[in-house]
């Protein structure tokens, strides 16, 4: 039997020296890494944002204000970056979740092959994107690129992708749609795995056909993982910058017109030295995310039927 | 309905889940399939319902061979055991789901689903989610989703195994009720024998994946055909008693008892039987003793009370405690047998000889 008070029930717990001291040393090592490497620097961005005339060497500012974020709220780069960023998300998020989507429940069918399938579709999730990107880049390539090569045995003018300002947006976003599917179809399978197969087996005996057991049946018992993959991708996508970095050697695009948030807060830092807008920047990325994740898990409880 | 298996036979890979079935199930009957689990019951009832294709034999429902039509096609209505409502729907939209794939007007199957919610006593949940109900009434909605469409037979796999012992024996009479009112053929699957006997028309015994017996629950407790049946059904189970045939005789292995055969038996001496006697045909204290005995203990069911005994060294027998006299742990009683309850069976083919 097991030991008396060795589970106790909650009304019955107390706070004692064992009790307090023990959990909170097998604990520790985790807060004091949250601390120092999560809540230390969220916090000390959000005081930087607000001090103006902030010298990096010198850790001196010549006061508190709002002036970082006049100055990038007029910087054509970060309205620039702020516009791409949700161009980016509106286009990749929701095309990314279809395709995924329709690879998730084939894969979930009884398909031959599936274990192959399923370790191509998961493979880029193991390779860094930086490499990705390089690949991509060839992809892409005016004159030898395989894009281009396809277009044109569809009789399509071949397309300047990276240097043509014009298509570096489009390419950015089909690069982001290819990077995003894997890890939305592990989420989606994971979700089909909650799902009993029993219903549709029930739905079949009903008289249901197949078109109608998903979009009746399996699409609704889908929806909070739908929802909780699209909030991981907003917020994914929200900080494009390892896609854009090696697409275009470092640049934001051909003619620097394809500024992201992220980018900006990059460019800012790192380049320009300008850790106060940097800040400010970062901050207000935070502050989108925010948002579109509080209204997010508001529909995704709405979605939740059951 | 009428459903008519022929020569069925069901095999995953090389495992044989059911074998070589035949079986007819009357019209408007209630039937059970029962067996201990892995007996293919389950197997069997997926062949009638057409999610599992059957490997050899036929299908018949009336006269029309339906053994290659999807489920779909079959029009049966099935209630799985843990009844797969749609947790999205409420209860209303789980019952009319069928009927609006069968495009039926808005109205017409809105009174529909009243009329068979009220038929199975769920009329104030109608709102509610299946996740928002007890175990007995998504049973009862389950069953009428299934009735929704008509179906030509009901098709319910362990109806009652999720539910708590006092609501299954309520549900099984519901479910007694329910078929009757629908005048629908009706197949239930079961591993319970109390419940099989206690609601159906006839019970289909399947062991291995073939059938043992077929037969009403009374006649298959009166006249099992085999050891497997008279062991399977009656609680408390059959005494077996071991045996052993010697000239015409039967004898006792533990004991110098011995009862004489009215015909000789097609065995040689020294085939070992089972004496199987049922519990309450065994009488103490009989004018017409059969052996002696010792009572190990006694102990209460409720209403009976029940003695362990000992023939011999180590046969154990179960029967009721009867008469005037006090029976106390320690006693040394004469028992005889009752005519009825009593069977002898091939100790290892399990085939009866009387």
């Known amino acids: 039997m097991m030991k008396r ?37 969220f916090i000390n961005v959000i005081l930087l944002s607000f001090k103006e005339g902030y010298n990096a060497i010198s850790g001196e500012f010549s006061g508190i204000g709002l002036s970082n974020y006049q100055y990038i709220l007029q910087d054509a780069n970060f309205l620039n970056g702020l516009k791409n960023t949700s161009l980016y998300v509106l286009y990749v998020v929701p095309i990314a979740t279809v395709l995924s989507l329709l690879v998730a429940s084939m894969l979930n069918s009884d398909i031959k092959l ?78 089909y795995q909650n799902i009993n197969p029993q219903y549709a087996v029930a739905a079949r005996v009903d008289g249901a056909k197949k078109g109608t057991i998903f979009f009746r049946i399996t699409l609704p018992l889908l929806a909070p993982t739908l929802g909780l993959t699209m909030i991981i991708n907003v917020i994914y996508g929200s900080k494009v910058f390892t896609e854009l970095f090696p697409l275009f050697n470092g640049k934001p695009g051909s003619a620097y017109s394809l500024y992201t948030v992220v980018y900006y807060l990059y460019d800012m ?17 935070f502050l989108i995310v925010l948002i579109f994740t509080i209204l997010q898990l508001i529909i995704q409880r709405k979605w939740k039927n059951y | 309905m009428q459903i008519r298996l022929e020569h069925i036979t069901k095999r995953f890979g090389e495992t044989v889940a059911v074998d070589d079935l035949s079986v007819t199930i009357r019209n408007g009957t209630l039937t059970a399939l029962l067996g201990p689990s892995g007996c293919g019951k389950t197997t069997t009832l997926n062949m009638i319902s057409g999610i599992l294709p059957v490997t050899r034999g036929d299908v018949f429902f009336d006269e029309r061979n339906v053994t290659t039509l999807p489920p779909e096609k079959r029009g049966v209505g099935l209630v799985f055991q843990n009844y797969a409502l749609y947790p999205h729907m409420t209860v209303l939209q789980n019952i009319c789901f069928p009927m609006e794939l069968k495009h039926m007007p808005k109205a017409a199957r809105l009174e529909k689903a009243l009329a068979l919610a009220e038929m199975v006593h769920i009329s104030d949940y109608l709102k509610r989610k299946p996740a928002e ?29 999720n539910l708590d012992a006092k609501l299954r024996v309520e549900m099984r009479e519901e479910i007694r009720r329910i078929q009757k009112e629908a005048q629908i053929t009706t197949i239930f699957v079961t591993h319970d024998q109390e419940e099989a006997s206690s609601i159906s028309d006839q019970i289909v015994v399947l062991k291995e994946g073939k059938l043992k017996q077929e037969a009403s629950g009374r006649e298959m407790y009166e006249q099992p055909n085999c050891l497997f049946v008279a062991d399977f059904l009656g609680s408390p189970t059959i005494n077996k008693i071991n045996c052993v045939y010697r000239d015409g005789n039967v004898l006792l292995r533990d004991s110098s008892a011995s009862f004489p055969c009215k015909a000789a038996l097609p065995i040689e001496n020294g085939t070992e039987l089972i004496l199987a006697v049922r519990p309450e045909s065994i009488v103490p204290y009989a004018a017409d003793v059969f052996c002696s005995a010792t009572v190990v203990e006694r102990y209460s069911l409720g209403r009976d009370e029940l003695m362990r005994l000992r023939i011999g060294e180590e046969q154990y027998i179960r029967g009721f405690v009867s008469g005037d006299k006090d029976i106390l742990a320690g006693d040394s009683l004469a028992i005889g047998l009752k005519e009825r309850g009593v069977f002898l069976f091939h100790a290892e083919t399990g085939e009866r000889y009387l």
Do not use: H
């Open chain 1, 114 to 191: 599936k274990g192959l399938f399923q370790t191509c579709y998961f493979l880029p999730m193991v390779t860094s994107i930086t490499a990705i990107g390089l690949v991509w880049k060839w992809l892409y390539n005016y004159d030898y690129g395989l894009i281009n090569y396809f277009l044109s045995l569809l009789g399509v003018e071949a397309i300047n992708w990276l240097n043509n300002p014009v298509f570096n947006l489009p390419a950015l976003i089909i690069y982001g749609i290819w990077n995003m599917i894997p890890m939305t179809i592990i989420l989606l399978l994971a979700g």
């Open chain 1, 5 to 41: 008070g060795a589970f106790k029930g909650k009304d019955d717990e107390q706070l004692t020296a064992r009790t307090f001291w023990e959990p909170a040393g097998y604990l520790l090592p985790f807060m004091l890494g949250l601390a120092i490497f999560t809540i230390y620097p």
């Open chain 2, 133 to 161: 109900l007890s175990g007995g009434q998504q049973q009862r909605v389950a069953i009428a989703r299934a009735l929704a469409k008509d179906p030509n037979v009901l098709l319910l796999d362990e109806p009652l195994s």
């Open chain 1, 269 to 285: 830092f790192y380049v320009k030295w300008k850790l106060g807008p940097a800040a400010a920047s970062a901050v207000i990325l």
